[in-house]
């Protein structure tokens, strides 16, 4: 069977998923191609983290759906985040991510199961500076993170915050050997030069937890392994700071990390709370004052805007912290809610036109700032979806 992937993972550390998918299907007989047209079926690798990536998916879908003679199959997180969209798309076959072995393995074969294939962990250098890339080649989705040599070192996440819809599709909590992560990364950076590399997770700062180790000896291995190694942490949950408080400061101070990621979603006590993030606005506090200790500028974060509960006050109080603490980059999620996440029980409810006003407003006081900041329906973003979707999509009805 010919077999096109559609990948509209705006999570980068899908890839790491979809390049197993290649694996198996190649060594089940399948030929790969490189567009729907030429295709039988084709596999799509949606995203529904957020409203304008999951309709750009949902869109994306009817688009290949239109042709009659596709086989249109949709994993990612839009089965298990959104299952009732793909029930109304009768041509289409729901890949949840939980099932996809079973599902993948009686379509196309299993003279070699999905579990069996090569693992993934690590992608090398993409670009040098990810801005200067696209101008000069608009069409490439290459962002901040294709940087830097990539290692996804775990999948799933334990904690338990009451928004997260992506956690609706996460496998179980599992963390790669600690070994071959370090033996993977020590070969890109033998490969190619590079010693940049960022870590990445669904939640980075459990890792070991399964497997009786933790973050900092992963990070300790991989300094012994490769001394002039620089670090950046994606998706790091501020707690984990506080989890591994001196470790972390000797190793800021020791000038490990190129950068930090650090979602916190909010400042505000109430709504921290509502979340139920690990976490207090006092830590929030303690956190970025252990980075000004340490004179560490480099880091980011996200806000999730219009939550259940939420207040002006509230959020007034987290784009404040902001910017006292000298956020360099802020994304601005506009609550989405998921009807089987347990926030779709709270109330208040934000509304939708509320939510934007409060998005325009932290989004123009941040800015006046000099803080870059992202959010639904900005011009970066549009631009992402550009890349992920329209100027990838086949003419599948001739």
């Known amino acids: 069977m010919k077999v096109h992937i559609k990948a509209l993972n705006s999570c980068i550390m899908r890839k790491q998923r979809i390049e197993e998918y290649v694996h198996f ?13 030429k295709a039988d079926a084709v596999l799509v690798w949606s995203c529904a983290f957020r409203n304008d990536f999951r309709e750009a998916s949902l869109t994306e879908i009817d688009h290949l759906a239109d042709a009659p003679s596709l086989k249109v199959l949709v994993g990612g997180c839009l089965p298990d985040i959104d299952p ?7 041509g289409c076959i729901s890949v949840p991510w939980r099932q996809d072995a079973q599902i993948l393995e009686e379509i196309f074969g299993n003279q070699t199961r999905l579990d069996d294939c090569i693992k993934v962990f690590t992608e090398e250098q993409r670009c040098v500076d990810a801005a200067e890339h696209r101008k000069e080649h608009p069409k490439d989705d290459v962002t901040f993170h294709d940087q830097f040599i990539k290692a996804v070192i775990s999948e799933g996440c334990n904690y338990n915050c009451a928004y997260c819809s992506e956690k609706l599709a996460f496998p179980e909590f599992k963390s790669m050997p600690l070994e071959q992560l370090v033996q993977d990364c020590k070969m890109q950076v033998e490969q190619t030069g590079v010693t940049d590399v960022m870590l990445m997770a669904d939640s980075l700062g459990q890792y070991g937890m399964d497997i009786g180790l933790d973050l900092p000896a992963l990070m300790d291995a991989l300094k ?15 707690i984990d700071i506080l989890n591994f408080k001196d470790w972390f400061r000797k190793a800021l101070t020791e000038n490990l990390f190129l950068h930090l990621n650090l979602p916190m979603q909010s400042a505000s006590d109430s709504v921290l ?5 690990p976490y207090s606005a006092q830590d929030l506090e303690d956190v970025f004052e252990l980075l000004a200790e340490c004179s560490f500028v480099d880091f980011d974060t996200h806000l999730i805007v219009g939550f259940p509960t939420e207040t002006e006050e509230d959020i007034k109080s987290s784009v404040d ?12 999620s506009q609550y989405m809610e998921a009807s ?7 109330l208040p409810k934000v509304s939708v036109e509320e939510r934007q006003e409060r ?14 900041c992202n959010s639904d329906g900005s011009s970066i973003s549009k631009e992402r979806i550009k890349r992920l979707f329209m100027e990838k999509r086949d003419n599948v009805t001739g």
């Open 25 to 37: 299907l190649k060594e089940n007989g399948h030929e790969l191609v490189p567009t729907a047209t």
């Open 340 to 346: 089987k996440a347990p926030s779709a029980k709270l």
């Open 321 to 332: 912290f902001c910017i006292r603490n000298k956020v360099r980059y802020v994304l601005l």
């Open 273 to 277: 709370k509502a979340m139920n993030r």
């Open 84 to 90: 009732e969209a793909l029930e109304n798309r009768p």
């Open 359 to 372: 998005i325009d407003w932290a989004t123009r006081r941040l800015q006046d700032e000099g803080i870059i």
């Open 224 to 238: 012994e392994s490769i001394p002039n190694i620089r670090i950046a942490l994606s998706n790091l949950n501020p």
